[in-house]
Nanobody, 121 residues
């Protein structure tokens, strides 16, 4: 079984920083390949939106609103999101989404449980 564990959310003042982590774990001990990974944001009353993504080769893509402030990175089996100069508009639940592959399951697309980020103005 493959699971995601997110951490790093919290309450920060505007202009502050947070670093989110998303660790992929395999309970069966099988070798896992982590392919594309991404962070999404779910803000109250809004649709879920893609904030940042990273491919297995390390190519990244960002929502225009976060370019220059957020950085997605990976050190398998963990994916990170460094968030700097946070704004109140960044508030929301941040969810990790990954494509993984194991010898037992084949390809899987998984979602984390989400971690709350609240930026006070």
């Amino acid at each position: 079984q493959v699971q995601l564990e997110e951490s790093g959310g919290g309450l920060v003042p505007a202009g502050g920083s947070l670093k989110l982590s998303c660790e992929v774990s395999v309970t069966s001990g099988s070798v896992t390949r982590l392919d594309r990974a991404a962070w999404y944001r779910q803000a109250p009353g809004k649709q879920r939106e893609l904030v940042a993504s990273i491919t297995r080769s390390g190519s990244t893509d960002y929502l225009d609103f976060v370019k220059g402030r957020f950085t997605i990175s990976r050190r398998n089996p963990t994916v990170y999101l460094d968030m700097n100069n946070l704004r109140s508009e960044d508030t929301g639940v941040y969810l990790c989404n990954v494509d993984v592959w194991t010898p037992i399951t084949g390809p899987l697309n998984l979602w984390g449980q989400g971690t709350q980020v609240t930026v006070s103005s």
